[in-house]
């Protein structure tokens, strides 16, 4: 089964073949023979002695399968070729996607280039980026719901997984980093794509909520203008708490179902005592 062993044998057969003619040349002339022929005779037997040790000697040694240096030997050069595959082929850290290859064959590259992309679309993580005044209200584990200018009237729930402990100055204004998993996101929903969102910080029920852009500092006081007997009318309030669109008032008198006009202008005219508006 083995090449190199078969030969081995063959080789150790022959010799002991012609060995074993040689001594019997030597016997046949030992009968009758000149001093030339018996010298003859002699020297083919050495000769035949001298192959039959040497095939034995290699029979020993490849018998026994082949030597443990050689086979150390042939360990390492495999292991070389092997690192030297392994260097020239990229393994994926993890199973997923790739969404871009920038390399074609024949492209030359460089170190710190990046070649391709690879994203788990079963695990899609958002990066937002929260004023410093809002961080504190962030913890691990909040829901988040996401909405994508790309989906129309879709929107996807996540929950917050990290959130950074330091910031990072913008422009004057400083930033943490907190990362959103989310939790159903769809074909439609790809690497990339910009995302609103929203971190549910509190919940609250049954209060009373108007929309921020109603709301008005004025006098360094937050006011609304009702609409109350066809004029409008100021109603100081106070806020507790406020999101990207709706604040909740906690003091005032503003009950649900009144008028309150939106985007009010920086000052109104007062006409005796309210602030008169053509009503169509």
């Known amino acids: 089964d083995n090449p190199l062993k078969a030969q081995a044998y063959s080789n150790l057969y022959a010799a002991w073949q012609a060995r074993d003619r ?3 040349t030597l016997n046949w002339y030992l009968g009758k023979p000149s001093e030339i022929d018996i010298a003859k005779a002699e020297a083919q037997l050495a000769l035949a002695k001298a192959q039959l040790e040497d095939a034995q000697r290699e029979w020993e040694r490849l018998k026994n399968g082949p030597d443990a240096a050689d086979i150390r030997a042939a360990q390492a050069r495999v292991a070389a070729l092997e690192a030297a595959l392994n260097a020239a082929r990229i393994t994926a850290p993890f199973a997923g996607v790739v969404t871009v290859a ?3 064959v024949g492209d030359q ?7 391709f992309r690879l994203d788990d679309r079963s695990h899609l993580l958002v990066d937002v980026q929260v004023l410093e005044v809002d961080i504190n209200s962030v913890q691990v584990g909040q829901p988040v719901l996401l909405t994508f200018d790309a989906v129309l009237n879709q929107e996807y729930h996540g929950k917050v997984i990290e959130v950074a402990q330091a910031g990072e100055s913008v422009q004057g204004s400083v930033y943490f980093t ?6 159903d996101a769809d074909s439609q929903v790809k690497p990339g794509m910009t995302a609103a969102v929203t971190i549910i910080t509190k919940t609250l029920e049954d209060v009373l909520l108007v929309p921020n852009r109603a709301v008005r500092l004025v006098e360094g006081k937050r006011v609304v203008y009702v609409l109350r007997n066809g004029k409008l009318t100021p109603v100081e309030i106070t806020l507790g708490a406020t999101s ?3 604040s909740e008032v906690a003091a005032g008198d ?3 179902g009144d008028l309150i006009v939106l985007n009010p202008p920086a000052q109104l005219n007062d006409q005796g005592g309210g602030f008169r508006m053509e009503v169509r």
Do not use: W
């Open 178 to 183: 907190v990362t959103v998993e989310m939790e």
């Open 254 to 256: 503003l009950a649900a």
């Open 22 to 24: 040689a001594l019997a």
């Open 109 to 115: 590259v460089s170190p710190g280039m990046i070649a």
């Open 244 to 246: 990207d669109t709706v």
């Open 102 to 104: 920038r390399p074609l």
